[in-house]
């Protein structure tokens, strides 16, 4: 019984040799330009965003790349009533990242992506619940526009040139 069971401890000892684990490097898998991104925006000065980037780039510890957010805003009356009050309201947000490597000067990856979300604003005196509900609206857009970039950059190749 004894030889039985050291036998079965060297057959599973002997099994588990060869494991490699997923993360035995470190390595950020999910966002590849933490801490290696300085991010310079223009355009629209969308405050949450200035608040967001820091969270998802993280602190400049090497500064590898520089990250260049342009971004636009279009708003369209979507429904105009018959005394001309807005019904419906559509906001446009196209964030144009482009993304170079410092040590190179040369961009690696350029991609304009598109959000948008609707509101229907109150034409009666000033509204705290519309206003509530536009910032958080901005703040989702951006979070998730943020996020589609992210996963962008991560299965695609930004050490190469364009």
Known sequence: ????????????????????FTYKNNVNLTNPLYEKTNVITSGVNLTYLN???PTVFGDIKDNTYNLIIEIAEDKTKSSVETNQATSNMRYEIRFKYTLVMVEQ???????EILSYFTIIPKSEGYNFGTDASLEKKYELVIADNLSQF?????SNDITSCQ
């Not at 000067?105 to 991609?111: A, E, G, I, N, S």
């Open 150 to 154: 992210i996963s962008l950059i991560s």
């Open 51 to 53: 608040s967001y980037i």
């Open 1 to 20: 019984m004894k030889k039985l069971l050291i036998f079965y401890f060297f057959i599973f000892i002997s099994s588990c040799s060869s494991l490699d």
């Open 105 to 111: 000067d040369c961009v690696t990856y350029k991609k």
